[in-house]
């Protein structure tokens, strides 16, 4: 019996797909949705409580974990597997936009990005060969090729100065992703290349095409969801999808509001992560079968009903909205953490629902109803 | 068969005593701890999971519950059982010692306390009539009686004006009992009186003889544990406990210390609550089976081992100190919960070591073995 290879589709239902992702650390079932654990845990959420919401995939971010405790101590402990309890795939993220979002006196050049750590005020840089080692070290189940993001005043449209800074930045992606490739030490980790080119349809789709010539086993969306209009978006997915090859799997990075997984699906993306579930959680924001609930709201302080009566969680089937309006409202740490289970099993579970829809040929109508 | 009594003992051990409180949410094994839910929650750990460490009771602070979201809520809510999901017994404070430490402007007088809330700047009284009413409507299955506090710097040596305040406070903590005493209107909640007297020994022991004489479903210690020395504070529990019937219960309120619990279970202390499992946690300091572990220190940084190799909590069972450590250091929610689910499984542990102990007519050579 031969291997499985890294990725297979078990179904279609127009341009989206359902499949699964093999990983030397368990099976993916696609689409999926990657809780975020920043510094190796899900905010206030435990691994076993991770497994009964339905997670098959966390991501780590690659940065916050260097700065602290540093990826050698982490490697020393058994990988992330080892160090956090979660023994199922890890997904990794290069460490570029959060250094590029955090980080001071940014330099980015040809060698990598060059910044000073708010934690220590030590000059440090990272390059596409350190992201690799350090996402190695980490044990990730699957890595990503260090990126250059879009200026986030940039436009994308053709001819002006943002546009050209959007294109260059774009090439950049794609030399470092060579380097990456190149850098690779352990054959343990996948690793996905990731299309950028900001808003500009032809950029993403020159990306993609360039990038699926040096070929990964799977390609990343980034740049997105940074204000641009969610039915842009889907155009820019498409567009770039129709250049990457369709055996791979193709992951959209940092997305989480339900409908708008929903339409990346739609366009035949199979992967996500966000901190929305999370941090919407904390805030006292739910998901739920019939839209948002902002639980903090005075409306809900004798409101004995479930949370969402249709879902299935642990939440749910215990507390009362009056009882996490209450603990959000003196802010009890149970409060956040029993909304954000919810709000992950709420996302998880939309996403099995997704996988079901395609299987049966019925994608769209499910989509429509989520709305 | 006729009801059980309230409280049974089933072994005996010199002055310790094992035993079982009856309620109609629950047995209480004793000598029992109750783990401290403030708000209604204990901090960040589900009620399953206070299930799964043992916990029997939890004591919820009515004055904050009083507060935010108040009886009438809580009531209509199903009481704390309804409300929070703990469907075991509740322990109720009465409020005093909370209004006394946290409000402003605090007038005492023979009516009860005055103070204005420093939640919405409004004057409200708490008379022992009230804090009865506010426990029924909480749903209490343990309640206790008003009680006023000695003053914090009184020394309660005889003849100086701090002893006298002492006396006074006392004197008045019994009439107020009496008043608790008449105000009950449900059969529900069992009402435990409270010894008062400071530091003094002739004090307590006819604070103790008093409140015995009024009759009560069980007995508190209170007042202290804000400073005495523990060597002192045995004998001051031994002196008021010869005066308290030997076949109701007997509360220390607000003691956590492994030892200082298992040196009051010596002098025949049956039930104990205090907020320094949780608070110990949220800190990183662990109770382990080799002293105290402040996993914040850096010496933990790289340490895989178990938080407590002897210890069979799910903390210990899935995680290291290393990861703690971390935790902990990057305010990961998740470390300050696993840290309390630990203490909590440790000092509800020591305390079914103990009951063993003293059904084994070993309990002295135990505590010994625990400094």
Chains 1, 2 share one sequence.
Request: net charge neutral; glycine share 12%; aromatic share 6%.
């Amino acid at each position: 019996m031969s291997a499985p290879p890294f990725f297979d589709i078990t179904a279609r239902d127009a341009a989206a797909r359902a499949g699964r992702i093999h990983t030397r650390n368990g099976v993916i079932e696609t689409p999926a949705f990657a809780p975020v654990a920043t510094f190796g845990a899900v905010r206030g959420v435990a691994p076993e409580e991770l497994g009964a919401v339905g997670a098959q995939i966390l991501l780590a971010n690659t940065y916050h974990l260097h700065e602290r405790p540093g990826e050698a101590l982490i490697e020393a402990q058994g990988g992330l597997h080892g160090f956090t309890g979660w023994r199922g795939p890890w997904l990794t993220d290069s460490g570029g936009f959060q250094v590029t979002s955090m980080a001071d006196r940014l330099v980015i050049d040809e060698d990598g990005v060059t910044f000073t750590s708010p934690l220590d005020g030590v000059r440090r840089q990272l390059t596409p060969e350190r992201a690799i080692a350090v996402q190695e070290a980490l044990g990730a189940d699957i890595a990503m090729a260090l990126d250059e993001c879009r200026p986030a005043d940039a436009s994308g449209e053709a001819g002006d100065s943002a546009s050209l800074r959007v294109r260059a930045a774009m090439e950049r992606t794609l030399r470092w992703a060579e380097r990456c490739r190149a850098a690779r030490r352990c054959d343990t980790s996948a690793l996905f290349g990731i299309v950028q080119g900001g808003v500009s349809e032809p950029l993403r789709r020159d990306s993609a095409r360039a990038t699926a010539e040096l070929g990964f086993d799977g390609y990343a969306h980034g740049g997105l969801g940074l204000g641009e209009d969610p039915e842009r978006r889907c155009g820019l997915l498409a567009a770039a999808n129709a250049e990457l090859p369709d055996a791979l799997p193709r992951y959209l990075m940092g997305i989480g509001p339900p409908a708008e997984i929903l339409d990346a699906v739609a366009a035949g993306v199979d992967l996500f992560d966000c901190v929305i579930p999370t941090r919407h959680g904390r805030h006292g924001v739910l998901f739920t079968s019939r839209g948002l609930l902002k639980l903090r709201n005075a409306r809900f302080r004798d409101d004995g009903g479930p949370p969402d009566p249709d879902c299935d969680c642990a939440t749910c089937a215990r507390h009362s909205r009056a009882y996490l309006h209450h603990l959000l409202r003196v802010n009890e740490a149970l409060g956040a953490r029993l909304a954000s289970v919810h709000n992950l099993r709420f996302t998880l579970g939309l996403l099995e629902e997704a996988r079901r829809a395609i299987a049966a040929g019925r994608f769209d109508a499910f989509r429509r109803g989520v709305r």
